[in-house]
DNA sequence: CAAGTGTATTAACTCTCTTAATACACTCAA
DNA sequence: TTGAGTGTATTAAGAGAGTTAATACACTTG
């Protein structure tokens, strides 16, 4: 289902959720499908069972997946973690700008960048932020 | 010059950083005026030089202060980290700004977000964000 | 009731971060 | 030139948070 980097620094369960989140989200996975059990997920990846269900529980709050206790967790309906993940998005991008505001930076400054985000649609100027494997 | 509160869990320099920056920004300390050297402020704080040198050099990062091997550290002009700041925190909000274009969130609701923000002036809705201390 | 499922609790482990000890380098005045 | 002041670099010790694992509990279904 998925493939483990060990190369990669980061925690299991945060890699673990970033590519379940790329499959469910790309469509790889069919809403209302049932996912892999804890144990089961857990044996295949050779790790511990928290620790798959660590990643559940927080794809679960972001939307991703609903699980019924002694039955399974199951992949989301799309409309579920696309409004979620918005609305976080939204929240956060609010009190960046609130933030910005009370450092000084005038409604002008912020209109014409907002501006000049929307006009080039590709993201441009990646820097660091590039995302290239699974 | 500044006092440390050891009920705060933050690490020393951090509470050093954010104590100065706030006596710095409120005109508490004159323009080109001399910093206490490291080992003074160390043995008036209790702590070691390298964390007061710690607080000094991310000081010195954001334009706060300027150093002059053998000399000291003294006070930088306000134009410096008010402009530091200032752009620091613009290229921080294109940034979201991307990832929330990106996340599907559309041109109009940012916008209709931005006015809402500068519609009111002071920090509302604060919630966990509020500084009361020193 | 048995075998599957998710969930909770506790502890071991790891690893990053903070802080300290110490030595080095520069400036200025006596 | 030298000594007492200053900032700077290196290394390591210590603490703490975060990750992972071990284990037991609880629910569902045939």
Redesign the interface.
Known sequence: MILLDYRDKRPIYEQMVEKLERLIASGGLEQGSKMPSVRSLAVDLAVNPNTVQRAYTLLEQEGYLYTISGRGSFVAPEQEW?DG??SR??E???T??????????S?D???E???A??SRSG?EESGA?GDMEN
Not at 96 to 105: H, N, P, Q, S
């Open positions: 696309r993940q918005m998005m939204l956060e991008w609010v960046l700008t609130r933030k910005a505001r009370d450092a000084g930076l409604q400054v912020l209109q960048q907002l501006w985000v929307y993201p932020g």
